[in-house]
């Protein structure tokens, strides 16, 4: 079983930068693809961004392309948020699965970490 856990949130103005993190206590991450989720104020979880197992392909929502940036090494995944909008305002969650590529519903998820973004 893998242990993911996520720090770097807090609360920033709009414009400012955040950098999340997601340490894997269970395996070293080189090890699993990951990704990205948040879920705003009543509304419902969604994909962020994605990097694969071997850490050359990346995805990312409409809504966070060219202003988030996803990566990992051996022991953490990354999320480089610049430019952050009030409505990036949500709890991020990390993700991992053994996959090649992340599936729609991975098998190992963080507790997640509060970013909020005041006007």
């Known amino acids: 079983q893998v242990q993911l856990v996520e720090s770097g949130g807090g609360l920033v103005q709009a414009g400012d930068s955040l950098r999340l993190s997601c340490a894997a206590s269970g395996r070293a991450f080189s090890t699993y693809s990951g990704g990205w989720f948040r879920q705003g104020p009543g509304k419902e979880r969604e994909f962020v961004a994605s990097i694969n197992r071997n850490g050359d392909l990346t995805s990312y929502a409409t809504s966070v392309k060219g202003r988030f940036t996803i990566s990992k090494d051996n022991a953490k995944l990354y999320l480089q948020m610049n430019s952050l909008k009030p409505e990036d305002t949500a709890v991020y969650y990390c993700?991992?699965?053994?996959?090649?590529?992340?599936?729609?519903?991975?098998?190992?998820w963080g507790q997640g970490t509060q970013v909020t973004v005041s006007s």
């Open positions: 993700a991992a699965d053994t996959l090649q590529i992340l599936n729609i519903r991975p098998n190992y």
